[in-house]
Structures are given as C-alpha cells and as structure tokens.
C-alpha cells in the first residue's frame, strides 16, 4: 500500500494550500521562474501577457501567468539554500502528492526550472554587468549531504580534486557538485552566455571570502578557488543557492539551470552601477528560449 504522509510533514493550511508557498496544486504552472529578490517577480511578470494569480507568505512571492502562450510560474525564493529546500520540496509536492490522500502520484511529473539571480564574479575576465550561465554548482551550504541518493547525483571526483586541492577545513560542511540540466543548458546556451561554475555560499560575507570587520579563517581562499582548475572546468563565481536548486532538482527528479547577472567582480574590485537592465534582459532572454 502506497505511503500516507503524515500531517506534521507535509503540512497544509487550512485552504489546502502547502505551508509556506500558500500554492495548492493546478496553480503552479510547469515551467518555473525562481528568483532571489521578491521584487523581481514584478519585473518578470511585467512580460507576461496575462496573470493569473499572485501569492504572498513571508518572503516567498509567487505568480503563475501566461508569456507568448506558454504557462509560466515565478517564484521567489528568498535568500539561502535553507529557503531552497523548502521552495523545491514544496514544488515538487505540488505535482508529485495527491494532497486528498497524502500519497505519492503513480506518475511522476518533472518541472523546469530556471533560477535568474545575482552574482559576484571570481574571474577578471567575467566582468560586471556580463550574464553566466552555471554548467555546475558547488554546494558550500551541505544542504545535499542530509539527503539519501546524494552521492549518486554529484561529481565525486570533482568534489575529492577540489577538496584536495583547497586544503578543505574539515570544520566546514563537505562541498557537493551536481550538474544543471544537460537539456536546459542546450536551450539556454543559445544566448552566448558566458558559462562557469559557481559556488553556493552559506553566506554574502565571511563565506564568500569577504571581510569587514570580521577575520576569515582562509584569507587566501578566494585567490585558490579562482586558480583551481578540474578537466576544462573553472570556478567562475559565487552566490546563495544554485547548488541547492540543482541537487533537490536532481533527487527528485526535475530539470534545473541558473543564469547569473554577475553585479560585482572580486578580483577588479568593482561593483555594477545599475544592474538592473541587465537583469530585465536576462528575463527576456530565459523566457523566451523556454517558449
Ligand atoms: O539576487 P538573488 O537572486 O537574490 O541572488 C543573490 O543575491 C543574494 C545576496 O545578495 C543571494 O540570494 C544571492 O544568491
Ligand atoms: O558577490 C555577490 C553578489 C551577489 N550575490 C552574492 O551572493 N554574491
């Protein structure tokens, strides 16, 4: 007999909605927009054709509409990986569990999605005000390593070169490595992006290498992340939740890529005056390679 969920862990409100999404399925559409910022759902809705709905909890926004006759939901996830497993798990229960009966579907369906977000750029030659699309995620976070089947979705032997390589402090969570999906990085690698890839800090500061007031443990570690090199791959920048995204996209079975607007260049030293055009073109551009 299939398995019944348990109220305390799929929780619903009292709407049928799931906990912190406010959506109930048949609202989210089958291609997703995630973006960091709550914001910026209204700069992608903003090219939508039509809206349907637009939901609020806490930080998570979300909006489903219809852009050039496909349906489109965007979601913002806030910041952290913490908030990506919450976003994802809750995602995928809204087209994967019958919420009647607490029950995993006979079918399994997988969603597309594509994060748009912010970055900073650990390579000189990236520079600000450039857009990267991510062909791999390294998870500073160690959300991935909780989870069954982790090993079976990550590049374990680009996590034991770099973990060599780095000296890795063994205070700090394991790095995971996953991979986008082959298929969106097809669609999506059309528009000449650069492509790296990028690491998902457990922070903006200390664990991105910055420092204000505070002494970091590795003051060497961002000259060392930026020199590494594995097969033809190098690590082109940081931000907050891709490697979340593609690891839970990956166990449960959806397609997942980012593309960055990279806002500020840490070897130059520089920060973007106005990123925001860029961002509005990189919507455009995502949405209509997913149309
Ligand atoms: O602009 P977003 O999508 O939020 O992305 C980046 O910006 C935030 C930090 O300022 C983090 O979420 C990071 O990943
Ligand atoms: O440097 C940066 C810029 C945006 N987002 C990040 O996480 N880091």
Redesign the pocket.
């Known amino acids: 007999m299939a398995r019944r969920i348990e109220e305390s862990e799929l929780i619903l409100n009292g709407d049928g909605s799931i906990f912190h999404l406010h959506l109930k399925p048949g609202e989210l559409a089958d291609n997703i927009i995630l ?3 709550p914001g ?1 759902v209204e700069t992608v809705t903003s090219f939508f054709d039509t809206v349907e709905l637009v939901r609020k909890n806490r930080e998570f926004v979300s909006a489903t509409g219809i852009y050039k006759g496909t349906r489109f939901s965007v979601i913002a ?4 990986t913490d908030n990506i497993d919450i976003v994802v798990n809750e995602l995928d229960a809204l087209v994967n569990i019958d919420f009647e009966t607490r029950t995993v579907h006979k079918e399994h369906k997988a969603l597309r999605m594509v ?5 900073g750029s650990l390579q000189k030659d990236l520079p600000v005000d450039s857009c990267l699309l991510s062909s791999k995620a390294i998870g500073f976070d160690g959300l991935l390593n909780f989870y069954a089947g982790r090993n079976e979705v990550a590049d374990l032997d680009f996590e034991q070169q770099f973990k060599e390589s780095m000296a890795w402090n063994p205070l700090l969570a394991s790095p995971y490595v996953v991979d986008a999906s082959k298929e969106l990085l097809d669609k999506l690698s059309v528009n000449g992006f650069h492509q790296g890839v990028t690491i ?1 800090a457990p922070g ?1 500061y200390g664990p991105q290498g910055r420092m204000l007031r505070l002494g970091i443990q590795d003051v060497d570690i961002n000259e060392k992340i930026s020199t590494f090199k594995y097969e033809q791959y190098k690590i082109t920048n940081y ?4 490697s979340a995204i593609y690891g839970l996209s990956k166990l449960l079975g959806h397609q997942a890529a980012t593309v ?1 607007a990279i806002i500020a260049n840490r070897q130059a030293g520089e920060y973007s005056k106005d990123y925001k055009p860029v961002i509005k073109h990189l919507i455009e551009k995502v949405l209509d390679s997913l149309v």
């Open positions: 973006v960091g910022d910026r996830t806030g910041i952290g994060r748009i977000g912010t970055s998902s903006f931000e907050m939740e891709c960055c």
